[in-house]
């Protein structure tokens, strides 16, 4: 790595960004030398998100200055950050499947004749000469979905090389990959790194963190918290930095950890055995009884999301069967699933909702026929809707509002409301407060309480630690597709979970 004397070839001074009164990002310096890959780190809301975009030209106001090899720079836009060298690969890739991975390669700027035509020819010739350079070896005329997603990052980061980047930012790169995956990825970030491109990574998975990078910078609620060598940093030191404090040191409340009970005596009422899903999670089993809040805990990535996905049969397992009451669900038929009591409540709220409509449709769609019998009247749907708002809580409590005009608290709110009119007896949550104030965030899972309390089975899959402690009676942790630990009878706080995940 060069030495730290040298200008920076990417320098942000006192970077910062407010929405409104909410402060993400707080005079933020960060520094990256060229030929260096730099980890940044933090919790849920720490501002990496924030900081990233404003590199990659997806936040175009912000406070502070960045600077490209010294000079000052203005990235209003995503197409002025790569003219300045600077390109992001996001967790969500933005290749296209269907194209081949030579036309991925291109996307945007194919190279043409004289007589105005794509060249073709031209295309295939380059791309092969661009990835062998990188050490790539895949067919360019293959569909680029027919690859594994590490091929397609690989090919999402040749694009940037070739298209200028001198800057690369990695957001969760290994998130969904496989240990043999992730040594393939490495392997390239290397070769890029001896050629003198610099990387940001950015993950949250702290092993990998410190296998891969030069130095790490930690943010904590929009601010730095400590840039330092990798040299210098042991697993537990970031985690302690991430945190805020020292395990020794804890504060009060969730913070000192949680004591969890001995588990319940009764017979569980939905059990995995050896379910698996190619590429998310395998050979996964595990119960959960009536009355019983199971957490499933990991960072972005560890595959408990698209299990509880596949538990309410919204995927469809590779292998292994999910039982209700000791007998099988179909797999994939999320109707049977829902008629048998067991619902998904998506992180994704536009999964579940029909944001267009109004209220009272969304709340009944699920239960027409119970709800208004033979006849469907607008009378009837209402009747039915109106009690269920009042206790979730809605507000304003108007069924006949679109959906899509309430805030995301109460489209949860609505979301449960429609779940409540039918029998539930496993309640699948997937992020249920993700992007919800403190006080709506309480009010939804006040609503869990009351259904675990009334005997409701729940099993809550969250990225915040924070979560997890406050409502699970059971915890099993999860990272890179499996089960690492169960918690269970015993003290537990944020920082054995995340040394576990």
């Not at 995995?272 to 959960?288: D, H, P, W, Y």
Request: aromatic share 4%; charged share 25%; glycine share 10%.
């Amino acid at each position: 790595m060069p030495a730290a004397t040298e200008t920076p070839l990417l320098e942000c001074r006192s970077v910062g960004k407010r929405y409104g009164g909410v402060v993400a990002l707080q005079e933020v310096d960060f520094t990256l030398q060229a030929g260096e890959v730099h980890g940044v780190v933090g919790g849920n809301g720490a501002g990496k998100s924030t900081l990233m975009k404003i590199l990659a030209g997806a936040v175009a106001e912000y406070d502070g200055t960045v600077l490209v090899a010294g000079r000052p720079v203005a990235l209003s836009a995503p197409q002025a950050a790569m003219a300045e060298g600077i390109a992001m690969v996001y967790q969500e890739l933005s290749g296209v499947g269907q194209l081949s991975v030579a036309e991925n390669l291109f996307l945007g700027r194919q190279p043409t004749t004289r007589c105005g035509r794509v060249d073709w020819m031209g295309i295939r010739r380059k791309a092969r000469a661009w990835l062998a350079e990188l050490e790539i070896d895949v067919d360019i005329r293959r569909r680029l979905d027919s690859y594994p997603l590490v091929v397609r990052q690989m090919v999402e980061i040749a694009r940037g090389v070739h298209s200028g980047a001198r800057v690369l930012i990695l957001d969760e790169p290994t998130s969904a990959l496989s240990p043999p995956e992730t040594r393939r990825l490495f392997e390239l970030v290397r070769r890029l790194r001896s050629r003198g491109v610099a990387i940001v990574f950015v993950s949250h998975f702290i092993e990998d963190v410190l296998e891969i990078c030069d130095r790490v910078t930690v943010l904590r609620d929009g601010r730095l918290v400590e840039t330092a060598p990798v040299a210098c940093l042991g697993k537990h030191d970031v985690i302690e930095k991430i945190l805020g404090h020292r395990r020794e040191a804890t504060e009060r409340g969730y913070e000192a950890g949680v004591r969890l009970g001995a588990g319940r005596s009764e017979p569980p009422v939905l059990v995995a055995e050896g379910v698996s899903l190619s590429g998310s999670f395998s050979e996964i089993s595990l119960e959960v009884s009536p009355g019983e809040c199971l957490g499933l805990y990991g960072f972005v990535g560890a595959g408990h999301q698209e299990l509880v996905q596949t538990l309410a049969q919204a995927r469809r397992a590779t292998s292994g069967c999910v039982r209700l009451g000791g007998v099988s669900l179909p797999p994939g038929d999320t109707h049977t699933a829902v008629r048998r009591g067991v619902v998904l409540v998506a992180a994704d709220r536009a999964r579940s909702l029909f944001i267009k409509g109004e209220i009272y449709k969304n709340v009944t769609l699920a239960h027409l026929r119970q709800v208004t019998g033979r006849w469907l009247t607008r009378r009837r749907e209402l009747a039915a809707t109106q009690p269920v708002l009042d206790r979730v809580g809605c507000r304003p409590p108007n069924p006949l509002l679109p959906v899509g005009s309430l805030s995301g608290g109460n489209q949860q709110k609505v979301v449960m409301a429609k779940w409540l009119l039918g029998d539930v007896r496993v309640l699948l949550l997937e992020e249920p407060t993700r992007g919800m104030d403190v006080a709506a965030k309480e009010e939804v899972m006040g609503l869990v309480a009351e259904l675990t309390a009334q005997g409701t089975a729940v099993v809550l899959a969250s990225t915040e630690p924070e979560m997890i402690l406050a409502h699970a009676d059971r915890i099993l942790v999860m990272s890179r597709g499996r089960i690492t630990r169960e918690f269970v009878d015993a003290d537990v706080d944020k920082s054995a979970l995340m040394r576990s995940a």
